[in-house]
């Protein structure tokens, strides 16, 4: 049964606005879930305003004051898990599982993680470097962030960006992708329960082509930073240059998954089939592009294929589904129709390749096989549960292969050789080069890709540098008015 929540969040309190009304529909059913009236450009000044008042207390807190109160938020999350949970699931369609398991646990973590990082903001030692003068380093906070977030880790990606600007003392606009705000709006809820001070942490739920513009080239935010898909990502990098501002962007990705002749095939098969279908293929960081060592190509296929047959797809609340449903029907087409053109390019559809008879926005898990590097279902992100897959030669054109791709978020290397492994480390163009894995994320170290991923880095101490401004302060020791180096510019006479 649907209900109507409030469309945004400014100033510690819930906001209903004039926008058009907006259902948030279920992807596995197509049952509406809530809703709201969409947040209008109007209200991307109010929160934007509501930001910058509060951002001189927030930043000029003492980081044990910001640390107690984003503890105190990681609690309140952690109490409020189940209904985290019930929201991430009816919105996006994930697995309860996956949901139970991953996203909402691992969000937490995350806010703890910053918790204690807020405490532990460092700069280069002070010192006498030019012998006249104690140079030291202060890291400030950047100002108002605006920030946008996709649909498909609502939660995750709020946090991932939200937290380490909270805890470097900024403050923040986020805008969730318009079909799942539930899980955003919760945790600004939550945030105020904690004791974060009104406006510190404002969320406005509009539209991308309206709303989303007017937030990333607004004239008073300091930083833009956004996760989604590239094309997006570089209007949204366009409008930020507009006034000059900073961004931080994190955007598609191609991940290869390298398995060399030598790999353990059993794991490389069950590795393959998860790290392609997490959350039903909708990330990033997805195994997409399986590149393995001849010997082994027969059989990795063979067994990948019997193994995806195994998964169940189905109802996302059943704790025995392995396998939701995509986002919308729209994008389902978008997935069907890569998969459909494949055979034409020399791809092999193995298994899968069509939707189940399911009321929602259901895909069978696909493996095409033997494709060809300039074909679309190679090249293109296609984000769903859709694993590709090609022969290499030698260890040579395998990095070749890896690296054949304007994409560089993350990438796994399958071996039990200590030095291909470490080749594959340096040479594999990622920002993340996981040795036989592929998907686990852990809050201390950051994530972030390269080239047609976009720069800068999410989570672990790395992504302070994206919050923070470093200020050098340099102060005369001497007590000297006529300094030596004046004499550069004048002589007195």
Request: proline content about 5%; glycine content about 8%.
């Amino acid at each position: 049964m649907s209900h109507t929540v409030a469309s945004s969040y400014v100033d510690g309190a819930e906001v209903k606005t004039g926008g058009d009304q907006f259902s948030i529909v279920s992807p596995a059913d197509g049952s509406v879930v809530a809703e709201y009236a969409l947040a209008t450009t109007a209200d991307v000044d109010a929160a934007v305003s509501s930001a910058r008042a509060a951002l001189r207390g927030w930043s000029t807190a003492t980081p044990v004051d910001r640390s107690t109160v984003l503890a105190k938020l990681a609690r309140l999350a952690d109490e409020a898990a189940d209904d985290l949970v019930a929201e991430e699931v009816s919105q996006t369609g994930k697995p309860v599982r996956l949901a139970r398991e991953f996203d909402v646990p691992g969000s937490i973590d995350n806010i703890d993680f910053f918790a204690g990082a807020a405490r532990h903001l460092e700069g280069k030692a002070s010192a006498e470097y030019s012998g006249d003068h104690t140079s030291s380093i202060r890291r400030d906070a950047i100002g108002v962030v605006a920030t946008i977030t996709p649909w498909n880790y609502p939660l995750q990606m709020a946090v991932w960006k939200v937290l380490p600007a909270l805890a470097a003392g900024c403050s923040v606009v986020i805008k969730p992708a318009e079909i799942t705000p539930l899980t955003t709006l919760t945790l600004a809820r939550l945030a105020t329960e904690a004791g974060l001070p009104d406006g510190v942490l404002n969320v406005v739920t509009g539209a991308g082509h309206d709303v989303g513009t007017a937030l990333a080239g607004h004239a008073d935010v300091d930083l833009v930073t956004f996760t989604g898909s590239t094309p997006v990502g570089r209007k949204v990098m366009a409008a930020a240059a507009a006034h000059g501002h900073r961004t931080q962007l994190e955007l598609g990705g191609k991940a290869p998954f390298v398995v060399f002749d030598d790999a353990d095939l059993d794991a490389a098969i069950h590795g393959a089939v998860a790290a392609s279908l997490i959350n039903t293929g909708q990330d990033c960081t997805a195994a997409t592009r399986a590149i393995v060592a001849q010997p082994l190509y027969d059989d990795f296929v063979a067994g990948v294929a019997e193994l995806m047959g195994k998964v169940v797809v189905g109802d996302p609340h059943d704790p025995d589904t392995d396998l939701g449903p995509l986002i919308t029907m729209a994008h389902r087409d978008k997935v069907a129709g890569i998969v459909s053109r494949a055979p034409g390019e020399g791809g092999r559809v193995v298994t899968g390749g069509s939707a189940p008879d399911l009321p929602g926005s259901f895909y069978r898990p696909t493996l095409i096989a033997d494709v060809d590097e300039r074909s679309e279902a190679y090249r293109n992100e296609i984000f769903g549960p859709v694993l590709v897959a090609r022969p290499f030669t030698d260890d040579d054109d395998a990095i070749r292969q890896a690296n054949d791709t304007e994409y560089g978020l993350a990438a796994s290397a399958w071996t039990r050789d200590v030095y291909r492994a470490q080749r594959a480390s340096r040479e594999i163009h990622a920002g993340c080069v996981w040795i036989n894995d592929h998907i686990p994320i852990i809050s201390e170290m950051p994530h972030g890709g390269v080239g047609a991923s976009g720069f800068g880095k999410d989570m672990s101490d790395y992504s302070f540098e994206e919050y923070l401004t470093i200020k050098h302060v340099m102060s005369d020791i001497t007590a000297v008015a006529e300094k030596d180096w004046h004499r550069i510019i004048f002589t007195k006479r």
